[in-house]
């Protein structure tokens, strides 16, 4: 037997709305970071490609994957 949840309240949907931007708005930032320290003399003269890329990845990742896992979270009712 499945459980029925309670409807979520608009306030809830207003929240999980301004969360999901907030964690793409992060990720656009993350991924702004990697692309400084990988092309400007920031942390290293020549840029540092080693570290920069795989943060710029990780704030795609972040930017483009966690509001999909947000909303796999959130649906109702929810897919195995």
Known sequence: M???RPPVSDE???NR???VNLVRIGGTVIVLLGLLVWQSSLLRDGGWPGLGLPIALLGLLISFGGPQWLASKWRTPPEP
Do not use: A, C, K, P
Request: hydrophobic share 45%; aromatic share 22%.
């Open 17 to 19: 709305f301004i969360v």
């Open 12 to 14: 809830s949907w207003r």
């Open 2 to 4: 499945t459980e029925q």
